[in-house]
């Protein structure tokens, strides 16, 4: 079936550096891409968003990079800090309003100090 | 800043009993979810729901799974009688309709913690 997973399981960033984190997707006809960021023992949190029609966005200290020609989707946070230590879920719908999520299967970040 | 409430934190009940996990939106939003993640894997999709019916709903949510908005606030999954493997964090999201029409950011709540024994 159609789905959305991830690269790398799991990544040790030492503190100030860059961390990018990868997920690829099968649905061509995805439309909306979603980052969010879990803590443990806490509920999803809104990172940043792309609709297709866009290959960067940009947020504060974020920016997630579209690739639609290899479905391929990358969150990079910039100087990395304790605080960015969580699990990292990209997720897509069709664009849709109203659709559902599907989710990746996470990447969890660990920062060194 | 409003956000998605969730109670209880933490639900424990026997097998073959019947739960209610509770969730109230954030209060301007029209599409409701509820997802699950059993412990270590990713989040998946259970069911969606709007104007007052489900528009959408996975393979997960058998009969035993059921949703309702008894009133203006509140959104709650009925699980009829629990198994093991309802064991999981069950999370209510919400979405505003984007101005659009097109998909906007899902809120979530901070998930109420199932454990069947």
């Known amino acids: 079936g159609e789905s959305v997973g991830l690269h790398l399981p799991t990544l040790s960033v030492q503190e100030g550096d860059n961390s990018i984190i990868n997920c690829a997707y099968s649905?061509?006809?995805?439309?909306?891409f979603i980052w969010y960021k879990q803590e443990s023992g806490k509920g999803p949190q809104f990172i940043i968003d792309?609709?297709?029609?866009?290959d960067k966005r940009q947020g504060q200290r974020v920016t997630v990079l579209l690739n639609k020609t290899v479905k391929h989707l990358s969150l990079q946070i910039a100087a990395t800090q304790p605080g960015d230590s969580a699990v990292y879920f990209c997720?897509?719908?069709?664009?849709?309003?109203?659709?559902?999520?599907?989710f990746g299967g996470g990447t969890r970040v660990l920062v060194k100090p | 800043e409003p956000e998605v409430t969730q109670t209880p934190s933490h639900q424990v009940t026997q097998m073959g009993q019947e739960v209610i996990l509770r969730c109230v939106p954030i209060?301007?939003?029209?599409?409701f979810y509820w997802y699950r993640q059993i412990l270590g894997q990713k989040v998946e999709f259970l069911v969606s729901?709007?104007?007052?019916?489900?528009?959408?709903k996975s393979e997960i949510f058998d009969d035993q799974f059921s949703v309702e908005r008894p009133d203006g606030s509140n959104f709650t999954l009925k699980i009829r009688s629990t198994k093991l493997e309802d064991s999981a964090m069950y999370f209510c999201?919400?979405?505003?309709?984007?101005?659009?029409?097109?998909?906007?950011?899902?809120?979530f709540g901070p998930g109420t913690r199932l454990t069947v024994l």
């Open positions: 997720a897509e719908n069709s664009g849709a309003a109203g659709n559902k999520l599907t």
């Open positions: 649905n061509s006809a995805s439309d909306y």
């Open positions: 792309i609709r297709s029609n866009m």
């Open positions: 209060s301007n939003h029209l599409y």
């Open positions: 729901f709007y104007n007052n019916e489900i528009s959408e």
């Open positions: 999201a919400s979405v505003k309709r984007g101005t659009s029409g097109g998909a906007t950011e899902q809120f």
